[in-house]
């Protein structure tokens, strides 16, 4: 059975080579995704470089600070940048439209920005050609230009009733045909496979993050080279089997995905960012206002603040009261600002799991989505990596009010200066890539969609394969 299923698929190879279209129309393939590759290669060198330059040169001016008032350097602020997984050459995902550094400040919860989506000119805003947009769109569509005629064309020839008439299982025969497509583009994805972990082999996670994406990508291929052979059996004619064909294409890895995409938006909307500011401010101005000493908040905490320490007044505590009310102030801000975020995170969750809920329909989107995850360029991936720049940035924040409080004395606050020591020990935790398991619910629905997008076309080259 084996070496059946070979020589067929070693007819079908011969055959699509004297052709010379299908095999122009692969090296045409081999040359975009080359191109692809060196330029997505480039694009994320480039990224690369200018967040370790502009890492570098925040590390380099924070340290070098003079003496200073600690409330100063907690507007001076710091930056932190997004860790990019290697694997982002294959899959940028979002990270061109979330932004890549982060302005750590007092009083503030900054989004990610320097984003080259906005900064692009007009004549820059067509997307990057990558591997991954080869695989998820290009490839599908040359397979459906080289194979259409596979099987019908033997029909319309007599070639097919020929070989069942001489003995040869319908099964076998569609196996075969399967196989000489499948196994030319797998090897492409193998070959690239193998190119990226030769440069990528050190990073975190790299062995499994590529073999997800891997064998994500296989089983997309492997469900396209089933639905070709499967419409082109079911065909009578060749028109009807290039139109039905493309009509899946267009459907799967078109329409499907951006109208899920835009009915997710309309049906569960974000706030911008000015209107999520505005309502912060609101809240804390009903919260208390520290710089009102009549606010009944800050009034009932300055009581509390010297019943603690059993003095009747500010200027008899041992300590420095503005740096106390820094501290309650930025707990109380960080609070409210926290409490957007996760309202704002709520809603791009329900988005995700609308779209999620109609992902059988589009096995591209599926495929898009376990990419993302790989590349660690998807949406929980940069959620985790926010959640991470603001834990670093109230410890620092919060450190540094603690300097105002226990070393600047309160009689002389605005002219005390404090020792830079003290800036070159604050907490900077490092940001670090978060681990691929952010995204297993993503991953998990994802090979769910592939699974079936296998089985299902399958089944019906199984059925269709026992008619001439």
């Given at each position: ?10 007819n ?16 045409v ?48 602020g ?21 932004g ?139 028109h ?36 999520a ?33 059993h ?37 791009l ?22 990419q ?15 959640r ?9 924040i ?71």
């Amino acid at each position: 059975m084996i070496s059946l299923l070979w020589k067929i698929a070693c007819n079908e190879w011969r055959r699509l080579w004297h052709a010379r279209i299908p095999a122009l129309l692969l090296l045409v393939l081999m040359t975009l995704w080359a191109i692809a590759a060196l330029a997505a290669h480039h694009h994320w060198q480039d990224h690369a470089n200018t967040v370790a330059e502009v890492t570098a040169r925040s590390q380099h001016d924070w340290q070098a600070q003079p003496d200073r008032h600690p409330h100063r350097v907690s507007h001076y602020g710091d930056f932190v940048a997004k860790p990019v997984h290697p694997l982002s050459v294959i899959e940028p995902g979002i990270l061109d439209q979330s932004g890549h550094l982060v302005y750590l400040e007092a009083h503030r919860l900054n989004s990610a920005n320097f984003n080259p989506a906005t900064e692009a000119t007009s004549l820059g805003r067509f997307p990057l050609i990558t591997p991954a947009m080869i695989v998820q769109w290009w490839m599908p569509l040359f397979l459906i230009m080289i194979a259409y005629a596979t099987v019908t064309a033997d029909k319309i020839t007599g070639i097919l009733a020929f070989m069942r008439g001489n003995g040869t299982p319908g099964l076998a025969i569609a196996s075969g045909k399967w196989l000489a497509l499948f196994l030319p583009l797998f090897f492409l994805l193998c070959l690239q496979a193998v190119l990226t972990l030769v440069w990528s082999w050190q990073s975190e996670q790299a062995l499994l993050r590529l073999s997800i994406l891997v064998f994500s990508q296989a089983l997309y291929i492997a469900g396209w080279c089933l639905l070709v052979v499967a419409v082109s059996w079911f065909s009578k004619q060749l028109h009807a089997a290039l139109l039905t064909l493309l009509l899946c294409w267009v459907c799967i890895c078109i329409i499907f995905p951006r109208g899920l995409a835009n009915l997710a938006q309309v049906s569960y909307p974000t706030q911008p960012r000015a209107e999520a500011e505005y309502h912060a401010e609101l809240k804390l101005q009903s919260i208390g206002d520290s710089h009102n000493p009549n606010d009944p908040h800050f009034a009932a905490f300055k009581e509390n603040i010297l019943k603690k320490y059993h003095v009747s007044r500010v200027e008899d505590l041992p300590v420095n009261y503005h740096g106390i009310l820094m501290q309650e102030g930025e707990r109380l801000t960080t609070a409210v600002y926290r409490e957007q975020q996760v309202l704002h995170d709520a809603q791009l969750a329900k988005q995700n799991e609308s779209i999620r809920n109609w992902l059988w329909l589009t096995p591209s989107l599926a495929l898009q989505y376990i990419q993302m995850a790989s590349a660690g360029n998807d949406l929980p991936h940069h959620q985790a990596f926010i959640r991470q720049s603001e834990e670093r940035r109230y410890q620092l924040i919060q450190y540094l009010n603690q300097i105002h409080t226990f070393k600047v004395q309160q009689h002389d606050d605005k002219n005390t200066r404090v020792s830079a020591d003290f800036w070159k020990n604050a907490p900077r935790p490092q940001v670090n890539l978060p681990s691929i398991a952010v995204s297993r619910s993503s991953i998990a629905a994802g090979f769910l969609v592939l699974m079936g997008w296998v089985l299902l076309p399958g089944f019906l080259l199984f059925k269709v394969s026992h008619r001439i």
